[in-house]
């Protein structure tokens, strides 16, 4: 996830100053037997990461197991044909 801020001041009708500020944040979400959570951070270096992952698998194993949680979906087989075509117009 991103955002982005940005912020113009004028006076006399000229810009007078001109800040923009984008902020990275990473989110995590964990199921853990059951047990749902997630948490979000915007520390990117590896301390703030392994923080992120510490607290969010330590918020779910605080939390009650969800009995109407149907678990994850399960993997699917890769279509060897679809991975391998390229698209038809290649995105800038």
């Known amino acids: ?3 982005r801020t940005a912020l113009t001041r004028f006076a006399n009708s000229i810009i007078h100053q001109n800040v923009a500020d984008e902020i990275l944040t990473v989110r995590l979400r964990v199921a853990l037997g059951g047990r ?3 948490s979000t951070t915007t520390r990117l270096d590896p301390a703030g990461l392994a923080k992120l992952v510490d607290a969010t698998l330590e918020a779910a194993a605080a939390r009650p197991v969800d009995p109407g949680w149907p678990g994850l979906t399960p993997p699917r087989a890769n279509d060897e044909d679809s991975s391998t075509t390229a698209p038809p117009h290649p995105v800038a």
């Open 36 to 38: 749902l959570a997630s």
């Open 1 to 3: 996830m991103d955002g």
